[in-house]
């Protein structure tokens, strides 16, 4: 599976800013209609997968090949999800583009500018398992001004996993689930030893969407949004200097290890060496932890309210138009994958949580859950899980907040300050024509 890690990097501030035009002009159709001598219709899917959920997919593919002898998936080209926005801009301007693609739910806004995209509001609407089953962040991740512009393809959610190790050894009681962002910072706080090269917890520190995207839902938990309202200005000019203040306490204290590389590997690394008390992550994070073996625990995100609150990062398999029947096949194998029989293979296979609650009912599932300590917590966090908007600013207001988030946990900057900065940067991009 590309690693979580890298999938929520996703928003790719800059680059996302040339997508659109480049997307819009890229009107061709691809190469032919796909429909073979003998009737069959062959569709390529860049899945953007590795390791285990490579093997996964080629499964899956196989087994709707057999049931689907008139449809043949290609799983041959793409590249890895990482890497996807940049081939897909480049072949929607070229006019050859596959049929799906995986695109991180952060980059879909951008990418569905594009006439190429396909709706997929009927096909959703329209499939066995009724819409309105699926997680609510998987609908709006894949969700753009009212239409289903892709299905949903991973859906995920953050929790705390603490090192019940550090928690002994510092005399900390584990946190039970309505504890509050100010004990988090004083939990941090007595697990920090520096004398023993412990730290309380960690924080991306490049500004990508890794960094930013966890303190969301400190914005939510808040009252604020991303984006405000009226669609104008962001959402969260005023309450994001109170979800700041948690950084800064956390930096000033000198508890939280600030991760100076993308992809937040050295951040997971030290807490996989046993000297990190606690970590916001996912549920991909939990093979690695019980590989390491470390003795751990799972509790929700802290919150200010006592309201569960949390964000999911869901990623999507986007539908390009190379003529009717290439898109009926691509529709036809999303809805079958989509499926509950399908998706919990692919979930317990390839690290992922269950895209609807049909799937979470299986016994499959549940067998699953019961066999890895903690996935229930972030399973069950799912019913209080929001996603990032479907806009296509939301780039660049992340790339403004990542900057302000920096400026804070390295105390170049106070949160006030930090936020008046990101908030000048991320309104005017939000009043750009799009």
Not at 85 to 114: E, H, M, N, V, W
Not at 415 to 422: F, G, Y
Request: aromatic share 8%.
């Amino acid at each position: 599976m590309p690693s979580r890690r890298g999938l929520l990097r996703g928003a790719g501030a800059l680059a996302l800013s040339a997508v659109g035009s480049v997307a819009v002009a890229g009107c061709g159709k691809g190469a032919d209609d796909g429909v073979g001598p003998d009737g069959r219709v062959t569709i390529e899917l860049w899945h953007g997968q590795t390791d285990t959920a490579l093997k996964a997919i080629k499964q899956l593919v196989a087994d709707f090949q057999r049931a689907h002898p008139g449809i043949r998936v290609d799983i041959g080209g793409g590249v890895l999800a990482d890497a996807m926005l940049q081939k897909i801009t480049a072949a929607l301007a070229s006019g050859s583009y596959p049929d799906i693609a995986y695109i991180f739910g952060s980059d879909l806004a951008s990418i569905a500018r594009s006439p190429q995209v396909v709706d997929l509001t009927g096909t959703v609407n329209s499939g066995p398992t009724p819409w309105t089953d699926y997680w609510a962040p998987a609908r709006a991740a894949v969700t753009v001004n009212g239409q289903v512009r892709a299905a949903p393809a991973v859906v995920d959610a953050l929790a705390v996993v603490c090192n019940k190790k550090l928690f002994r050894q510092a005399g900390v009681p584990l946190p039970e689930p309505g504890w509050t962002w100010q004990k988090f910072v004083e939990t941090a706080q007595r697990l920090t030893d520096a004398g023993r090269g412990t730290f309380g917890t960690g924080w991306p520190g490049v500004g990508d969407e890794d960094t930013v995207w966890r303190l969301w839902p400190l914005v939510w938990d808040l009252g604020g949004d991303v984006i405000a309202g009226d669609g104008r200005s962001i959402g969260f000019a005023g309450v994001g200097v109170q979800a700041l203040q948690v950084l800064e306490a956390l930096a000033r204290a000198s508890s939280v290890y600030i991760d100076p590389k993308p992809g937040s590997e050295q951040m997971y690394q030290v807490f996989l060496s046993g000297r990190m008390g606690m970590v916001l992550t996912g549920p991909w994070q939990l093979p690695d932890i019980e590989d390491a073996e470390i003795d751990y625990h799972v509790v929700p995100l802290p919150t200010f309210s006592g309201r569960p609150v949390t964000i999911s990062g869901p990623d999507t398999w986007t539908v390009f138009d190379n003529g009717s029947a290439r898109v009926q096949a691509a529709r036809t194998f999303l809805i079958w994958l989509m499926q509950p029989a399908q998706d919990v293979r692919w979930d317990v296979e390839a690290g992922s949580l269950p895209l609807s609650r049909a799937t979470q009912s299986l016994p499959a599932w549940r067998e699953k859950t019961a066999g890895s300590q903690g996935l229930k917590v972030f399973t069950q966090a799912l019913e209080s899980a929001r996603a990032r908007p479907a806009h296509p600013a939301y780039p660049q207001i992340s790339q403004a907040l990542g900057q302000a988030i920096v400026a804070v946990l390295l105390r170049k900057s106070t949160p006030a300050e930090a936020l008046r900065s990101c908030a000048d940067e991320a309104n005017a991009a939000l009043l750009i024509p799009r």
